[in-house]
């Protein structure tokens, strides 16, 4: 049954460490989001991706997120250094999008990652 | 910026009631979607609209592209259905993002 999967569900780690948080798209979908929920912001559009390429990174603190797609099964998202401001749940979706226009009708969610920062 | 709003920002119902939650927006969009998030913290997608009605069991959203508003019902309410509604636009210009409403607390009684 084709879903988004992220990975780690729960992470708590301390200020100043290194978090990675790992997604892999739904098999055949080009378009990849990351996406920040906090309970003050709500959901927020951190970056996306489109065949890998990075479109939209302006919602995304530059000093020390960072987001890769090393291939089209794998997109990734990094704190270095992590702050106890970036907990929050991160939510990875998918989608294909052929000619700047959307294939898929429904907007594919992960269940997320927790993170908290102590 | 688009401005994506919902109302209300709470609500309370006893199971079996006719539910409505709204959402209005402020620019051209392509696409306006309504999901469900529940207490576990995942996040469903229940429709895609472009335009008119469409209904999913006990689910119905409707859309309003003139009047920009959209409606999510729900009949015959149920406290399964408790959970935080979100509604979120596809702008005509933003290719695929999702501009997001803050939500709607659903909590139904028994």
């Known amino acids: 049954d084709a879903r988004v999967t992220q990975t780690p569900r729960h992470k708590v780690t301390e200020m100043g460490q290194e978090v990675t948080m790992r997604c892999q798209p739904i098999?055949?979908?080009?378009?990849v989001f990351w996406y920040r929920q906090t309970m003050m912001q709500g959901l927020e559009l951190l970056a996306y991706?489109?065949?890998?390429?990075?479109?939209?990174d302006s919602g995304m603190p530059k000093d020390r997120f960072s987001a890769e797609m090393p291939d089209a099964t794998l997109a990734t998202l990094k704190i270095q250094p992590s702050e106890p401001r970036d907990s929050a749940v991160y939510f990875c979706?998918?989608?294909?999008?052929?000619?700047?226009?959307?294939?898929?009708?429904?907007?594919?969610f992960g269940q997320g990652t927790r993170l908290t920062v102590v | 910026k688009n401005e994506v709003e919902q109302s209300p920002q709470n609500l309370t119902a006893q199971e079996g009631e006719f539910i409505t939650i709204n959402c209005s927006y402020s620019?051209?969009?392509?696409?306006l979607h309504w999901l469900q998030q529940h207490p576990g913290g995942g996040i469903v997608s229940l429709f895609m609209?472009?335009?008119g009605k469409k209904k999913h069991g006990r689910l119905i959203a409707t859309i309003n592209i003139q009047e920009k508003h959209s409606s999510l019902h729900i009949t015959a309410s149920h406290p399964r259905d408790s959970a935080v509604y979100i509604c979120?636009?596809?702008?005509?210009?933003?290719?695929?993002?999702?501009?997001f409403g803050e939500g709607t607390q659903l909590t139904v009684n028994p």
């Open positions: 979120a636009v596809k702008e005509e210009t933003s290719g695929s993002r999702l501009t």
């Open positions: 609209l472009s335009s």
């Open positions: 991706f489109r065949n890998r390429a990075p479109l939209d």
């Open positions: 098999l055949g979908h080009n378009t």
């Open positions: 620019v051209g969009i392509s696409a």
């Open positions: 979706a998918s989608g294909l999008v052929l000619d700047g226009q959307s294939v898929t009708a429904e907007a594919f």
